[in-house]
Structure formats: C-alpha cells, structure tokens
C-alpha cells in the first residue's frame, strides 16, 4: 500500500502543478466518501465536546462544517475569506517544505482533498480530507490562529538551514498540531492532530503517561517529535491568544538559543519544565 501522494489522490505527476494545487472537484466524491465523513464526523464531533476549546467549536458552526457530508472548499472559502483573509486550497498530499510555506504565507491553506479508506478509519499518516479540514479549518476563523499560521508560513521561507527548519517544523506540531490550552474550563485541546484523531483525543487529556509541560518556545523548538504514534509530550499554551511570537526579531533571538542547547527527545523532562496537571475540573458533559 503506497503512501506515495500522487497515488492517494489518484492523480498522475502531469496533472500537478508547480505549487500542487489542484481542482477539489468535489461532485467525484463517492457515496462511500461522504459516508465515511459522516461517521468520522459524528464520532469526533461527540468526542470533542467538553475536550476542545471553544474557539474550535465556534468555528467549526461558522463554517457549517456539519456530518452531513464532505464539504466544498468553494462554500468554506466565503466565510473563511471574509472572516480572517484565508482561503483553501486543494492539494494531492504532504507538498514540500517550501511549498507549504510560501501558501501559509499568503493565507492559503493546503489541503487534502481525498479521504482515507474505510480500513484506514481510526489512523492515517498522511493529512487527509478530515484531518485538515476539520482538524484545522475551524481554528482558521480564529484571527490569533489565523495570524500565527501565516506567520510561521513566513517564517519558514525566512530560514535555509536544515536543522534550523526542524527547529521551526516543532513549534507548529506542538501547538497547531498537538497542542493543549489552559482554559477557564480547565485543560483543553487545541491541536489538529489531536482534534481529528479519536484515540489521542482522550489520551492527550487523560492519560497518565504522556508529559505536560507548559509552552516554551525554546525549550519546544528543542524536542524532537514522533510521528507515528501518540506524542510523549504535550506543550501548554497558557490561553489560546498566547501563540509564540514568530516575527523575524522574538523568532531568531529564540532560534538562536534552541541552537546554542542540545536536543532533547520526544520524552525527555528537564529541570526547567513546568509540569501541568491534569485539570479536575474538565469533565464530559453529563447527557
Ligand atoms: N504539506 N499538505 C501538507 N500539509 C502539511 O501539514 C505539511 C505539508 N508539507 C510540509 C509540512 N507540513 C511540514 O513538514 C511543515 O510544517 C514544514
Ligand atoms: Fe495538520
């Protein structure tokens, strides 16, 4: 089974252009296709209550991304448009490093436009359809999330070196992918691959075993990550308009520290860590 993007999307090499982005073509969906939506949906949408933060839930009701089936991009993309200035665009699959910057950086979000099989159900490597869109789309309505994703977008065309990009890459996977938020209703979630995926869900609220650490950008641009199972660490912004700050100046004066430190793995605890504990007061609804 290859993982191979042009395949996923049934696309050939010659009908992808240089910045990847593709026709979403949303009438080739099968019934199958929405059918799969739908029970994703339903189950995550149930699951994410009192577990998400409200920012995610409001924009997911602004969107109308509903059970109902796969969204159009073109629908999503009037609202998203007139309220944070982003728009969505289709892609094949993961497009390379600077091609996902130079998008980000002008508010364009890529996204897959296929959805993954019915035995693929409870996980994926590769982004697809519900990952990005409803993992991320609804934050996109957000101006501190919108503003931060941009900015890393051109933050990332800014650096060249290898390892200074891997630095970069952390920031955004521990907060726009799996990053947690301190909430007047207690720990909540705020990152896409933990929002679309029902196993780490629960287990990024509830577990005992992973750690809590709270958001240090350089302590985060520091830890390595695993991408192939639940994350060993999670970072806690303290509220959801707290994004680090990745303009030029706050951005390097960060890198240049992470640079000067050794690297840390997924599971590592060091003396500076603030560690968070799993908040009593968050509970699922009672009904
Ligand atoms: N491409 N479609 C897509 N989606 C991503 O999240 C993505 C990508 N290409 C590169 C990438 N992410 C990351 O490695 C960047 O954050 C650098
Ligand atoms: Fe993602």
Not at 189 to 197: D, R, T, V
Not at 212 to 225: E, L, S
Not at 237 to 242: D, I, N, S
Request: net charge negative; hydrophobic share 40%; proline share 7%.
């Amino acid at each position: 089974m290859s993982s191979d993007p042009f395949i996923r999307s049934g696309l050939q090499p010659h009908q992808i252009p240089a910045d990847f982005v593709v026709d979403q073509r949303h009438g080739s969906y099968t019934a199958a296709d929405h059918e799969t939506w739908s029970k994703l949906h339903r189950r995550q949408f149930e699951l994410l209550r009192g577990r998400v933060c409200d920012e995610y839930f409001a924009g997911l009701a602004a969107l109308g991304i509903a059970a109902d089936g796969i969204p159009d991009f073109r629908d999503l993309n009037r609202a998203l448009k007139a309220a944070t200035g982003w728009e969505i665009v289709a892609v094949p699959g993961l497009v390379p490093d600077r091609v996902f910057f130079s998008h980000l950086a002008e508010r364009r979000f890529p996204a897959g436009f296929w959805i993954r099989r019915p035995e693929e159900f409870d996980y994926i490597e590769e982004p697809d359809i519900f990952h990005d869109v409803f993992g991320h789309v609804p934050l996109l309505m957000n101006p501190a999330y919108a503003d931060f994703v941009a900015a890393y977008g051109a933050a990332g065309l800014r650096y060249g070196d290898p390892e200074d990009l891997a630095r970069l890459a952390r920031l955004y996977w521990y907060s726009v992918e799996f990053g947690l938020v301190e909430t007047d209703q207690g720990l909540r979630i705020f990152g896409a691959g933990i929002a679309s995926s029902p196993g780490e869900t629960v287990y990024a609220l509830e577990s005992g075993k992973p750690n809590r650490i709270a958001f240090d950008p350089v302590r985060v641009m520091r830890t390595r990550y695993k991408i192939d199972d639940f994350q060993q660490s999670y970072f806690v912004l303290p509220g959801f308009e707290t994004m680090p700050d990745l303009s030029a100046e706050p951005l390097e004066r960060a890198m240049a520290q992470a640079r000067a430190l050794p690297e840390l793995e997924a599971d590592a605890l060091i003396a500076e860590d603030r560690r968070i504990a799993i908040d009593d007061r968050r509970r699922r609804p009672a009904a």
